[in-house]
């Protein structure tokens, strides 16, 4: 795995936020999860802790060109609006260089329990 990615949660569409995100959008959870993955992408491509300093959420739906998904994201609690920055919590838990290891480190051990190995 190699470069740069973000990790899809197994049934992230169905999430209570994703829904939630869906509904403000006005569009289908499939479709607000991948809105959120691209601003995750995003996000990752502009901060190492998931802070951003000196924007707002109406500032991540225009880099995005998705009217409202900042707005969305930070309503159902998956931005945070600071006094002047934004913050996408819970970013160590996938983002972050050694959650990525981690993940990488337990599709491995699922892989070789899979063939029978240890």
Known sequence: MAGFWIP????????REVMLIAKRQ???PRDAAARC??????AQEQSIDGLIMGLEPCDVSA?????????????????LR?????QFPNW???NSKCA????INAERKRRMRSRGGE
Request: glycine content about 14%; proline content about 4%.
């Open 8 to 15: 899809w949660e197994y049934g992230l569409p169905r999430k």
């Open 26 to 28: 006005q569009v289908t």
């Open 37 to 42: 993955m691209e601003v995750w992408e995003w």
């Open 63 to 79: 880099a995005m060109a998705i009217p409202g998904i900042g707005e969305a994201m930070e309503a159902a609690g998956w931005i």
């Open 82 to 86: 600071g006094n002047g920055f934004i």
């Open 92 to 94: 160590e838990r996938f």
């Open 100 to 103: 990525k290891a981690r993940l």
